[in-house]
């Protein structure tokens, strides 16, 4: 390749259509056919980033290796690619705008006026080009956030349509995911949102390549004509985004029609062979499995499943390498009681309790926790889910009955769980937690060695609070076995029971490391656990 190429994905209509998953099945595609691919995510909203904002605004917070608090978008990328995003692959008004602030404040302007244009969007166009040139990349997938007619999302189109200037036609492709909904009252496919949403997209000055048209059902040649003919792109380059079983069908569907192709045509890039035989056919065989396993997730945002995105992606990966589907059942921790807990948990093979932050929904948490331990359920506890095993097995088992966090209550006279040292002296929220990727060792013989076959593991973190070592030595004489310790010996990172058939709980976040080639190691061997739960 002479140059690199640039593929640029917007959305209209509505948000949540799934340009996500749309810009990674492309991007597999490609990947699959040989090409190095990388992809950038650019969110309209202010924030410098998510890692303050409620699940309920934006879902979970997705953390890469070098410790960026992304969009979840950035793990349906790793997930389909099944490689590690960084920083660099996300960006956001607020980082824009921080930036070019900081800039002015240095003189850097050399006394000029700062605008949107051209400094705000030199700024994103910037960020594109950073992207791009990562070593060996040859295209680069670029995600706007949002829809367009969005106030939010004017500057980053602006730089896109600026952007395409510097380079040839042949260079860059616009991809639109929009929806054709179906008018039950009129028995009619209607084209009219996708027409208005194009119309305001060639009103920035951006002509789509190709429309992507979320449906439930496929659309018929004469549809795809209207479409083409009133969106000025080819009735060919129409393509149908039908709903399907499982997300990662989308590439197998946009292979078979032609989506790929398309685009190759578009960016005059040789056709190599496209090799997804094997993602093939363990989609298939995933879709063929019958038996069923339910594991229930302990949480407060069990309504929300943005907020445990990468939880639920996993379990589909685990129970893709153990032939099980896993039904996950959502009990909400805050009106979980001991009165209710024997029903609400009735069905479960497995009990997970997720990460979070706040003490809403503790008590039921906790009452999970116990309900796993005593009545021998298999157990998986992350980051929180840790915390409180941790909490529950001292008060209950080691006979601390005021064990508690200081997250919970900074006044607890048994703080089992506390801040971490190095997190004492923060007073600024936003990207202070312990985040990234970190070294753990674990100990020969446990559950969690077993999963992993190796001694020294790297996973992500995200969290301030610790189990505090005074109680350590009390907790492993009352059976707990400490399985995962940082190499300095000083944080605890997994934790185990030893008298019990699965019970582990992990510092970190092992949900983001999972991958559709290849499941995480303790959701894959959680899954079997439960299984054989299932099957007594």
Not at 176 to 204: C, D, M, W, Y
């Amino acid at each position: 390749m002479n140059s690199k190429k640039y593929i640029f994905f917007t959305g209209g209509v509505v948000s949540s259509l799934g340009k996500g998953i749309s810009i990674s099945s492309l991007a597999f595609l490609l990947q699959s056919r040989g090409y190095a691919v990388t992809i950038l995510k650019l969110d309209p909203y202010i924030n410098v980033d998510p890692g303050t904002m409620s699940p309920y605004q934006h879902g979970e917070v997705y953390v890469t290796d070098d410790g960026a608090e992304t969009d979840l978008d950035l793990g349906h990328y790793e997930r389909f690619l099944n490689v590690s995003m960084a920083r660099i692959n996300n960006a956001t008004s607020g980082q824009i705008y921080y930036e070019v602030l900081k800039k002015e404040r240095r003189g850097d302007y050399l006394g000029a006026t700062v605008q949107v244009i051209p400094h705000i969007t030199d700024a994103i166009n910037e960020k594109i080009k950073k992207a791009g040139e990562v070593s060996g990349v040859d295209i680069v997938l670029v995600e706007i956030g949002g829809t367009v007619g969005d106030i939010e999302s004017l500057p980053f189109l602006e730089a896109i349509r600026q952007f395409r200037l510097t380079l040839k036609p042949e260079d860059t492709f616009v991809a639109h995911l929009t929806l054709v909904p179906f008018i039950a009252g009129a028995n009619e496919l209607k084209t009219k949102p996708t027409q208005h949403s194009v119309q305001r997209l060639r009103e920035i000055g951006l002509q789509p390549d190709a429309l992507l048209c979320r449906t439930d059902r496929p659309l018929p040649d004469n549809v795809k004509q209207k479409i083409g003919l009133f969106c000025n792109v080819s009735a060919s380059a129409v393509i149908d985004a039908l709903d399907v079983k499982t997300i990662y069908e989308v590439p197998l569907q946009y292979a078979d029609l032609g989506f790929d192709q398309l685009v190759l045509d578009k960016l005059r890039l040789k056709k190599r062979t496209l090799d997804i035989g094997k993602w093939r056919a363990k989609i298939e065989r995933y879709k063929r499995i019958e038996t069923e396993i339910t594991i229930a997730i302990c949480g407060k945002y069990v309504e929300l499943q943005d907020a445990y995105k990468s939880i639920i992606a996993a379990f589909t990966h685990s129970g893709m390498e153990n032939d099980v589907r896993v039904k996950l059942k959502c009990v909400n921790t805050e009106t979980l009681t001991e009165k209710n807990i024997r029903t609400e948990l009735a069905e479960a093979s497995g009990i997970l309790v997720p990460g979070g932050f706040g003490d809403r929904g503790i008590d039921g948490k906790l009452l999970a926790v116990r309900y796993a331990r005593e009545n021998k359920v298999p157990f998986f506890g992350i980051c929180l889910g840790l915390q409180c095993a941790v909490i529950e097995f001292s008060r209950n088992v080691v006979g601390i009955e005021g064990a508690n966090s200081t997250e919970f209550d900074k006044h607890t006279q048994d703080p089992v769980i506390h801040l971490m040292e190095t997190q004492k002296s923060v007073k600024v929220l936003g990207g202070t937690m312990r985040l990234g990727s970190y070294p753990c060792n674990l100990k020969e013989g446990t559950i969690a060695a077993a999963a992993y076959k190796e001694s020294l593991i790297n996973e992500r973190h995200r969290h301030r609070f610790e189990v505090n070592n005074a109680y350590r030595t009390r907790l492993e004489e009352a059976g707990m076995c400490i399985s995962g310790l940082s190499p300095d010996g000083e944080l605890v990172e997994v934790i185990e029971l030893k008298d019990h058939p699965w019970f582990v709980g992990c510092q970190f976040h092992p949900e983001l490391k999972s991958r559709v080639s290849k499941a995480h190691p303790l959701f894959r061997n959680f899954v079997a656990a439960s299984k054989t739960q299932h099957d007594r």
